[in-house]
């Protein structure tokens, strides 16, 4: 049997009615029939016992009756069924529209769904869904991919907060509550990923809450900043190298800011002008406490300093020479850079960085110098009467250069040919010339083994050698070097002035020598840097010493001058580090045979640039009898 279906249209309502309820009231009616029947029966029976005939008018009342029910039934019935009917039709499409919306709806939900999953897959940070325990229910795939997570369901339930180190712990339960609380989580911590990859993170933790307010899930962003953090790291290291260039320089560097003050100095800076940090910063270089002037002693003013040119044009300044008079009352020379900072399209700098250089000991030569007109003429002659030994200083100066190929032909000539040849043999074409013929001596062989050496070796070979021209002779100092294709350069300086010096020196030493041991002093030479010291045999022999009994060291110096006298000498070390050149000094030293010796000793200071003395040399001579003497005609 075929399944009725309920169509719930209006039309469809409609006909329910117009069928189903006169099937409805016949029945009613063929009820009420049968009832009236079985009233006429009882009434006829009733009749038939009492002999009596059935009354029209009970016949008519009960008709009227039957029928008056009858037709009240019929009009509730009609009457009902319309009102039901319109009731049905309106709950109908009441169910209709709820259906509709409620497909609407769903429909948006799943819109709403598939686009939040969209954004949810498609981040590039590491998305994750947290319950508001904290333990991992979801991540996205790119946050799978940064994290190096190759499998989630070993994640999957765990507590985030345990998948950090101990230490970093207590931020991340922080955050978390923050976010619980309708606030947002934020930390910045290094994590290595699943695989051990070193990674940094910026995190941000929120809280999904319902209608009500009432968090439901937490969202946890993690973006990979590892790059942003070694760029920052590079960024430090580098500041920190170009702090520590700066901070080691011997020139002093200045900051000014674009209104001229200075924020920046280094240390030279300070001992340059004499001023300290709290002295300068804040400050304009015209506010500092010194006076400026030009080379020729007028006033420099002070909106001409390189500094403020340089704020106020744009324009570097370089080498600009300065006179500085500090507080104390010194002058110091210094030459000054200034260099701006702009800001991308920016006419006028935002600030200037100035270097400067103390040349006051240069300064202070070259016054000495000029002021020394006799030692200038002195010089000047000098010059002149030696003025054809230094040109043929200058000629011998000139290298020699040749490229040799791998078939010994010279590709280049030698600057000065007339090295190796006269006159008339340096008109020769070099070009065509081999090695063997170029050095046209029975040495030729020995050349040629040299540059063989090199094109086998590939190594650079360093080597003196010497040359006659006639009745001359010349010394160079030759470098030969491989290059591509068996090609070598040779390359030759002439140190025959050299070859004389060292000739020179070493007679003069010989000389020196000899005058040290004829001479009447006893000499002495002490490097303060190494405490190396050295003692002559004349020195020694004062003492009643060979040479060869007393050790050069310092201890014999301490062994054998008095303390107080050696003592008195260390003092003017120190007094000295900022005085004069020399001094002059009797001292007492103990004598082999237990006498005591009276010298009067002469000595020199050698200072470094900062005037400490780094070296002594002194002369001593024996005035022992001379004192004795003095005594006795007292």
Avoid at 348 to 370: G, H, M, N, W
Wanted: charge should be negative; charged fraction near 25%.
């Amino acid at each position: 049997m075929k399944k009725a279906h309920w169509h719930s249209s209006p039309q469809a309502i409609n006909r329910f009615f117009q069928h189903n309820w006169i099937s409805l009231l016949i029945g009613i009616l063929s009820t009420i029939g049968v009832l009236f029947l079985w009233k006429l029966e009882l009434l006829e029976e009733q009749a038939y016992q009492i002999q009596q005939p059935l009354p029209i008018s009970n016949i008519i009342l009960g008709g009227g009756l039957v029928m008056s029910w009858t037709m009240a039934l019929l009009f509730y019935f009609v009457q009902h069924s319309a009102q039901n009917a319109r009731r049905v039709i309106q709950i109908n499409q009441k169910l209709q529209d709820e259906i509709a919306q409620h497909q609407m709806t769903e429909s948006i939900l799943r819109e709403s769904e598939a686009f939040n999953r969209s954004i949810f897959e498609n981040n590039a940070d590491c998305l994750k869904v947290l319950d508001l325990e904290g333990s991992l229910i979801a991540m996205n795939e790119n946050g799978k991919c940064l994290m190096e997570i190759d499998n989630f369901d070993k994640f999957r339930g765990k507590e985030w907060v345990q998948l950090w180190e101990e230490a970093k712990q207590a931020i991340v339960v922080r955050a978390i509550e923050v976010a619980k609380a309708g606030g947002v989580g934020h930390f910045q911590e290094f994590r290595p990923t699943a695989k051990g990859t070193p990674k940094w993170w910026d995190v941000l933790v929120i809280a999904l809450s319902d209608s009500e307010g009432n968090p439901q899930r937490l969202i946890s962003t993690s973006r990979d900043i590892t790059a942003s953090k070694q760029a920052e790291a590079k960024l430090r290291e580098s500041e920190e190298r170009y702090r520590s260039v700066i901070a080691a320089m011997s020139e002093g560097v200045i900051l000014h800011q674009a209104d001229g003050q200075i924020t920046a100095c280094n240390k030279s800076a300070e001992q340059i002008l004499g001023l300290s940090p709290d002295q300068m910063m804040g400050h304009t270089s015209i506010d500092l406490d010194y006076r400026t002037f030009k080379e020729d002693g007028s006033p420099f003013p002070g909106d001409t300093h390189p500094a403020m040119v340089t704020l106020r044009t744009g324009q570097p300044q370089s080498n600009v020479l300065m006179g500085i008079c500090k507080g104390d009352g010194t002058n110091s020379w210094i030459t000054i850079n200034s260099q701006p900072l702009f800001h991308p399209e920016e006419s006028l700098p935002y600030a200037v960085v100035t270097s400067f250089a103390d040349i006051t000991d240069r300064k202070q030569a070259e016054i000495k110098l000029q002021l020394s007109k006799e030692e200038l003429q002195l010089l000047t002659q000098k010059l002149r009467f030696s003025e054809q030994k230094l040109r043929t200083v200058f000629e011998a100066m000139t290298d020699v250069v040749l490229s040799i190929d791998a078939d010994n032909q010279i590709e280049v000539a030698p600057t000065n040919p007339n090295r190796f040849y006269d006159r008339e043999a340096a008109n020769i074409n070099l070009l065509e010339l081999t090695v063997e013929q170029f050095f046209n001596s029975p040495d030729h062989d020995n050349w040629f083994n040299r540059v063989q050496q090199v094109r086998e070796s590939q190594q650079t070979l360093h080597f003196d050698y010497r040359l006659t021209q006639g009745d001359r002779e010349f010394w160079f100092a030759a470098s030969i070097a491989p290059m591509p294709s068996n090609d070598v350069i040779w390359v030759a300086h002439d140190i025959s002035h050299r070859k004389q010096a060292e000739e020179v020196l070493h007679q003069a030493k010989e000389q020196f020598g000899l005058a040290i041991q004829a001479s009447y002093y006893g000499f002495w030479d002490w490097n303060l840097r190494t405490d190396e010291i050295y003692f002559s045999p004349r020195w020694k022999e004062m003492l009643g010493y060979a040479d060869s009994e007393l050790p050069n060291t310092l201890d014999t110096f301490i062994a054998c001058a008095f303390e107080e006298d050696f003592r008195t000498k260390l003092q003017l070390i120190e007094d000295n580090n900022s005085g004069t050149d020399y001094h002059l000094m009797t001292q007492r030293f103990h004598h082999k045979n237990g006498s005591v010796v009276h010298v009067l000793s002469r000595v020199i200071y050698v200072k470094d640039d900062r005037g400490n003395v780094v070296r002594m040399i002194g002369a001593h001579s024996d005035i022992t009898e001379t004192l004795v003497q003095d005594k006795t005609l007292q």
